[in-house]
């Protein structure tokens, strides 16, 4: 397998284990709670929602504001997640987007950001931050009356462990309008569900099917579970992962001893994505471990 096979299929297993997908998958599911009151617009900078009346908007605007909208936490390795459904007054192929605001309890916004049915399809991606109407899709099964929506990020990014939060979502029109005063849903809080490296984050593992160091027969399937490898022994295991000429069960345990051995939380994407991680052209097997060792794990 080359690097280019490896990179893909590592982008296809990513994308099937992406947070995103909890919150796509289920288009049935609700919140518990009242939808928690509109903020304080002054403290909104773009979109509709930083207009200076736009609870005043004349409910004639051809965008309706949702039915509904839900929220809830997942857990996912590294990371906390938000996400949810947008319940839609009519079809989803009637709006041309919309606006997805985040913000936490007292009203400030995390996330302000628009999306556009033309160009912000996620499909093969993993987007920390987004939305989606199933009905901007072709063809598939999911109801034509809703979207769903999702936030995440590393611990020190836009979400803080154990604060809550909530959404306020406007949809777009054809003809320039949105909806007249958006709705939210109610307050979720996010949580850590921990290092995939550590001992809670080996809920992740047993998850998706994959080894656990905590099976006590992890070790009788073969699988060497190195610790405190030295900085050669790492690069020469970098190289084995990138030329990637084993099955792809043998590369995933290496990946899994790579991770165990290094701080940085997107190692792969120093391998697969170094774009990902601010840098500009591929690097070497030393560069990734260099890298790798040298990140400082944020302190809780």
Known sequence: MTLAERRKQVDEDRHERSPMRDYMNAPGRMSKGKAHSR????????????????ALQPLAAAAENPTWVSSWATAYPGMLSIGGQVKLPKRGDSYTGMWLYVLDAGGSPVVQQEIKKSTDDPSGDTPDTGAWCYDWWASNSYPTDQCFWWAGSALGGTLEDGKEYYTWVFLNS???????????????????SGDPRCAGGNLYLLRTGAPSRLDPDYHQRGVVDVRDLTRDQLVELVR??????????????LVEILEANV??????NLIYHPDAEGFT???????????ALAYTPFAL
Do not use: C
């Not at 701080?263 to 792969?268: E, G, I, N, T, W």
């Open 39 to 54: 903020p304080d617009t002054n403290l909104v900078e773009r979109g509709p929602a930083a207009e200076s009346k736009v």
């Open 174 to 192: 054809a003809d320039g309008t949105s909806s007249p005063g958006g709705t939210t849903s109610p307050l979720v809080e996010a949580f850590y």
């Open 240 to 253: 084995r992962i990138m030329v990637a000429n084993g099955t792809e069960e043998e590369d995933d345990k």
């Open 263 to 268: 701080p940085h939380p997107r190692v792969l």
């Open 281 to 291: 052209d591929d690097l070497t097997a030393e560069e990734v471990v260099d890298t």
